[in-house]
């Protein structure tokens, strides 16, 4: 099935701010949101976000979430080197009745 | 807080059936509040949601692999389980069971080699 697009790397140097992309179309992102998602190597992925914008309890206020149309992003402020992992967001497609996720952004803090 | 842990051979042979187990704390998955499901990264990959399955039974699968799925609830263990069939190497990966959609809870994930 169509996956959510999003920049395969992105870089940012420490302390700055990084935004992060994740476009889908109307029957996912559009009407129901995206997750995000933040990998570090060798551990499974930890909610950032839920499809509503919303923080998990423990998560950053240096996260935020964002959507317009069918495009969700990610914005982390005051970039810190713990920053630095893989990226995903995903969503429910309701026209199809799946999953889908993002191909991952490999965030590098400099 | 819900709980999920991941648990099955970690080893697999080219032809044969996987089989992973996810035991759930914290909540009944007879609780209609969850989707449970399972999601694969084959290494050095990004996620790949394979399916879900709702507390009624109702179920949900990757298109790209549903000839080969099943996943079915044991609730008198709180577990729910996975089986992908005709194996290949393509299939190795980390398998984790998480709550698609919201995925707000996943296991540790078990890693799953597909060779002879």
């Known amino acids: 099935q169509a996956g959510l697009t999003q920049p395969p790397s992105v870089s940012r140097a420490l302390r700055q701010t990084a935004t992060l992309t994740c476009t889908g179309s109307s029957s996912n992102v559009g009407n129901q949101g995206a997750v995000w998602l933040q990998q570090h190597q060798g551990h499974p992925p930890k909610l950032l976000s839920d499809?509503?914008?919303q923080r998990p309890s423990g998560i950053s206020e240096r996260f935020s979430a964002s959507r317009s149309g069918n495009t969700a992003s990610l914005t982390i402020i005051g970039l810190q080197p713990e920053d630095e992992a893989d990226y995903y967001c995903?969503?429910?497609?309701?026209?199809?009745?799946?999953?889908?996720f993002g191909g991952g952004t490999k965030l590098t803090v400099l | 807080q819900l709980q999920l842990q991941e648990s099955g051979p970690g080893l697999v042979k080219p032809s044969e059936t996987l089989s992973l187990t996810c035991t759930v704390s914290?909540?009944?998955?007879?609780?209609?509040?969850?989707?449970w499901g399972w999601i694969r990264q084959p290494p050095g990959k990004g996620l790949e949601w394979i399916g879900n399955?709702?507390?009624?039974?109702?179920?949900f699968y990757n298109p790209s692999l549903k000839s080969r799925v099943t996943i079915s609830l044991d609730t008198s263990k709180n577990q729910f389980s996975l089986r992908l069939s005709s194996v290949t190497a393509a299939d190795t990966g980390v398998y984790y069971c998480a709550v698609p959609p919201t995925l707000m809870s996943w296991g540790q994930g078990t890693l799953v080699t597909v060779s002879s």
């Open positions: 995903s969503a429910w497609d309701s026209s199809l009745s799946v999953v889908v």
């Open positions: 399955i709702y507390y009624s039974g109702r179920t």
């Open positions: 914290g909540d009944s998955i007879s609780s209609n509040s969850y989707y």
């Open positions: 499809r509503n914008n």
